[in-house]
C-alpha cells in the first residue's frame, strides 16, 4: 500500500456510533494510522454530527480537506424517530422533559401535516446547539440555567416521507438543506400535530455526495488499516466533487495554476470546474469571461 501524499488524500465516510461526537471521529481515525505506523495527514470532518446521532461522517484527508468546506453548504439526509408525549430540554433522548401531552396523533393525522414541514420554512434552533449567543455557545448558556434566546433561520425541507408509526411514535426520512436542526423539526411537527415531542434515534444517511452504503465502521476501518488495506477505506479526493465537471489541461496550464496564476484566453464555458492533467485532479477553479482562476490547489502532482 502506497503511503505518500497521494494515497493519503481523499474521504473515509465514517459510520459514526452513537456516543461519538464528530471530533472523536476524526480523532478515533488518526489513532487507527498512528498505531498501523502509517503517516498521519491533515485530517478534518465535513459537518458535524450530534453525539446521539449515528451516520455518515465525512472524514477528510491529506488533501481533501481543502474540500471539507464544501460539506457544510451540501444537502443532508436523515432518518429519525419522534417519540409523542415529552418534550425534552435537548429535544433528545438526553434531555430532561420539560412538557408532556396526551394527545396522539393518528397516522394519517401526520401525513396530513407533512407538506406544512416541505419546502422553504422557518425553523428556531434548539437552544442546546453549538450556536453562539454573545460570544458564548447556546448549549453552554442553557446547561448554566440561562434563557437562551437564537434567531430564526431560513431553511428548505427537500423532502420529507413518513415511513412507520407506533401509537407513540412516527419515523421519517428526509432530505434538508444546510443549517436544519432535526431535533427542531421533530419539535415543530409534534407542536403541529397538538402534542409534544423530541428525537429518540436520529441516523444521517446522506452528506452532499456521500451515502450510507459508501459508510464504515470503526471496527472495519481498524481491521482495513492493521491488515495495509487502508485504500479500501479510502475514497479518492474527487469523490467530494462528483457533481463539479471535468476540465481537461496541459502540462504548461496545471503548472501554472499550481503557481496560482490565471488562465487567460480559455474557451471553458463560465462555471466551476475540476481542473486535471490525465487523472490527477490540479485545482478547482472557476471560469468566467475566458479567464480560469484557482478556487483551490491540490498538491498531488508528483514533481
Known amino acids: 500500500m502506497r503511503t505518500d501524499a497521494t494515497a ?9 456510533p452513537l456516543g ?40 477528510a484527508l491529506g488533501e481533501a480537506t481543502k474540500l471539507a468546506g464544501r460539506m457544510l453548504d451540501a444537502a443532508k439526509g436523515y432518518d429519525f424517530t419522534v417519540q409523542f408525549g415529552r418534550q425534552t430540554s435537548t429535544l433528545d433522548a438526553e434531555g430532561e422533559v420539560v ?10 393525522q401526520i401525513a396530513a401535516i407533512l407538506p406544512h414541514f416541505t419546502g422553504p420554512i422557518d425553523q428556531v434552533p434548539p437552544a442546546y446547539s453549538a450556536l453562539k449567543v454573545d460570544g458564548k455557545r447556546a448549549y453552554a448558556l442553557a446547561r ?21 408509526t407506533t401509537p407513540d411514535s412516527a419515523s421519517f426520512a428526509c432530505l434538508v438543506s444546510k443549517g436544519t436542526y432535526i ?25 452532499g455526495p456521500f451515502r450510507l452504503d459508501q459508510a464504515i465502521s470503526l471496527d472495519k476501518m481498524a481491521e482495513l488499516v492493521q491488515g495495509r488495506h487502508l485504500e479500501q477505506g479510502l475514497l479518492p479526493l474527487t469523490a467530494g466533487l462528483d457533481d463539479i465537471p471535468a476540465l481537461a489541461i496541459t502540462p504548461d496550464e496545471a503548472a501554472a495554476l499550481m503557481q496560482g496564476r490565471r488562465l487567460p484566453g ?29 478556487l483551490r490547489g491540490f498538491n498531488l502532482l508528483k514533481e
Open 144 to 164: 448554566a440555567g440561562e434563557a437562551v434566546s437564537l434567531a430564526t433561520r431560513h431553511i428548505t425541507v427537500h423532502r420529507l416521507d413518513l415511513i412507520a
Open 8 to 16: 493519503l488524500s481523499g474521504w473515509i465516510i465514517l459510520d459514526k
Open 266 to 294: 480559455h474557451p471553458a464555458s463560465n462555471g466551476t470546474y475540476l481542473a486535471s492533467l490525465g487523472s490527477v485532479p490540479v485545482a478547482l477553479v472557476e471560469a468566467h469571461s475566458g479567464e480560469v482562476r484557482v
Open 99 to 108: 412538557a408532556t401531552s396526551d394527545e396522539r396523533p393518528s397516522p394519517e
Open 183 to 207: 431535533r427542531s423539526l421533530a419539535r415543530d411537527i409534534a407542536i403541529a400535530l397538538g402534542s409534544v415531542g423530541h428525537v429518540t434515534r436520529l441516523r444521517r444517511t446522506r452528506s
Open 20 to 59: 461519538l461526537t464528530s471530533a472523536q471521529g476524526v480523532a478515533a481515525i488518526k489513532r487507527l494510522l498512528r498505531t498501523a505506523g502509517l503517516p498521519v495527514p491533515r485530517i478534518g470532518h465535513g459537518g458535524t454530527l450530534d453525539p446521539l446521532a449515528t451516520g455518515v461522517l465525512p472524514i
